[in-house]
C-alpha cells in the first residue's frame, strides 16, 4: 500500500492533467444528457426544555434546505464520462445553536467538506449564523467499459455490501442510518477497476488516496485500497469476498444472499485488525419480503446490527473509545451503541402514493426511533415527500439523550417534521 500510494502521489500531477485534457476534450463532443434536480426541503424540529439545542436556540427551529444539481453525462463507443455540479445551501436556526454548542460537544455539519478527499472540490458560499453553503462537484470522472474490463477514474461512487439501513461492508462514504433521500451517495475520488468473468463473477478493485486534514498532504495511513470478488455456488448462493487495507488498518469480510421461503436472506461481515490492537468484527443480517394484501401491495423488511466498535455502556456515549470516535467522524458509523434491531414496511397505497415506516433500536438502552413517510408523484417530474421523526428512550440513552458532564442539559435528536419537494428535469 504505501509503495503505491508512493508512485501514485510522483505521477498524481500527470494523472490530473491528463485527466482534466481528456474532460476538455470532450466536453466539446455532442449528445450530451443533460438534466437534474432542484431539492427545496422545510424542518421544523420541537425540543425539551432541558435539551441543550433548546437551552442554546429556539425551542422549535425551523430550516430550509436547498439542493440543486446539473448533470452531464456522455458516452461514446466504450467510453463515458459525469460531471456533477450540485449547490447545497442550509438556512436557519441549527447552524447558529451548532456554533454555540462547539465548546460542549462535538455537533457536525450537514453539507459535504472536502478536506479529506484528494482533489478539492467544494468551495462555502457562505458560512453565517443563519445560512451555510457551498458549490462542489459532485461527480467528475472518465471510464471505460468493456466486454471484460471497466474502468473508471475520478470523483465518482461505489457500494458494497447487503445492508438497508447498516452497512459493515460498505467502508466508503455510507449512507447514515436515518437517512431518507439516497437519490445521490457523495463521491469520492478513486481508481476503479472491474474484470468481468466468463462465469458471470466479477472482481472489483479500488484505489482511494486520501489527505490527512491536518496536514492537507496524501498519506496512505489515511487511504484505501480494497479488492472484493463477487460470485455465484452452485446457483444458489450469491458471495462477495473482499480485502481491503483501509486507514492504515486490515479488513476482510464475506456476504452472503440466498432466496429463503420466496423472501430474500442476506448476511455481510467484516473484520477489522485495529490500528490500536486486538480485532473487531461487524455484521449485519437482514430479509425481505413482497406481498398483496387489502389489494395493495406490500414490501417489507427486517435486520440485525452488530457494530463491533459500539459501545454497551450509556456513559461511555459522550466520550467513546478512539475506535468508535475515529470512525464516527470518519462517517462510516453513526450510531453509537453495539446492537441493533430495524425494519421496515412500504405500502402502495395508490400507484401515485406510498407510504413508509422505519424503525431504529438500540438494543442495550431500549431507545430508538421511529420514522413515517409519505410519498406522491405529483406529477412526472414532481414529487412531494413528507415524514416525520420521533425518537424515545430514557435521558442517558442514545436517542432519549445523552447527559454531557459540566452541564444541566442533554443533547438528543428532537421530534422533527420535514416536508420536501423536488422536481427532476
Do not use: C
Amino acid at each position: 500500500m504505501m509503495v503505491v500510494l508512493k508512485v501514485m502521489k510522483r505521477k498524481l500531477n500527470y494523472l490530473l492533467s491528463g485527466l482534466f485534457a481528456l474532460l476538455s476534450s470532450i466536453a466539446a463532443a455532442e449528445d450530451w444528457s443533460l438534466g437534474g434536480h432542484i431539492k427545496y426541503q422545510f424542518v421544523t424540529t420541537h425540543y425539551q426544555n432541558d435539551n441543550l439545542y433548546a437551552q442554546y436556540g429556539p425551542q422549535s427551529p425551523i430550516d430550509n434546505f436547498l439542493d440543486l444539481r446539473l448533470t452531464a453525462e456522455n458516452r461514446w463507443g466504450a467510453w463515458d464520462a459525469q460531471i456533477h455540479y450540485e449547490v447545497l445551501a442550509l438556512y436557519g436556526d441549527s447552524p447558529k445553536t451548532r456554533k454555540a454548542l462547539t465548546n460542549i460537544a462535538s455537533t457536525a455539519t450537514t453539507l459535504p467538506r472536502d478536506n479529506r478527499r484528494l482533489l478539492k472540490l467544494t468551495s462555502k458560499w457562505e458560512n453565517n449564523d443563519e445560512l451555510e453553503a457551498v458549490q462542489r462537484l459532485d461527480r467528475l470522472f472518465v471510464g471505460y467499459s468493456g466486454e471484460q474490463l471497466v474502468f473508471r477514474a475520478g470523483r465518482q461512487i461505489v457500494s458494497w455490501g447487503n445492508g438497508f439501513v447498516f452497512h459493515p461492508l460498505d467502508i466508503f462514504s455510507p449512507f447514515s442510518p436515518t437517512a431518507i433521500d439516497k437519490d445521490y451517495k457523495t463521491g469520492d475520488d478513486m481508481l476503479y477497476g472491474q474484470w468481468l468473468f466468463d462465469s458471470g463473477d466479477d472482481l472489483q478493485m479500488i484505489l482511494l488516496p486520501r489527505r490527512n486534514p491536518d496536514t492537507n498532504d496524501v498519506e496512505s495511513e489515511q487511504s484505501s485500497f480494497a479488492f472484493k470478488y463477487r460470485g455465484r455456488y452452485k446457483e444458489q448462493w450469491d458471495f462477495d469476498l473482499l480485502g481491503a487495507r483501509h486507514f492504515d488498518e486490515n479488513v476482510v469480510g464475506f456476504g452472503l444472499t440466498k432466496d429463503i421461503f420466496e423472501a430474500l436472506w442476506r448476511l455481510d461481515m467484516s473484520a477489522t485488525r485495529l490500528k490500536e490492537g486486538g480485532t473487531t468484527v461487524s455484521l449485519v443480517t437482514n430479509m425481505d419480503y413482497s406481498w398483496v394484501l387489502f389489494k395493495k401491495n406490500f414490501y417489507g423488511f427486517i435486520e440485525y446490527f452488530h457494530n463491533g466498535v459500539g459501545e454497551t455502556q450509556t456513559h461511555k456515549y459522550i466520550s467513546p473509545e478512539s475506535t468508535l470516535q475515529t470512525r464516527l467522524q470518519r462517517g462510516e458509523v453513526y450510531t453509537l451503541g453495539r446492537d441493533y434491531f430495524s425494519s421496515g414496511v412500504q405500502i402502495e397505497l395508490t400507484p401515485l402514493f406510498n407510504f413508509y415506516t422505519n424503525w431504529i433500536a438500540n438494543l442495550h438502552d431500549n431507545s430508538g426511533l421511529f420514522q413515517i413517510r409519505g410519498i406522491y408523484d405529483w406529477t412526472e417530474n414532481l414529487q412531494l415527500i413528507g415524514w416525520i421523526d420521533k425518537p424515545y428512550g430514557n435521558e442517558g440513552t442514545e436517542f432519549g439523550g445523552i447527559s454531557i458532564e459540566g452541564s444541566d442539559g442533554y443533547l438528543a435528536p428532537g421530534q422533527r417534521f420535514y416536508l420536501r419537494l423536488i422536481y427532476y428535469f
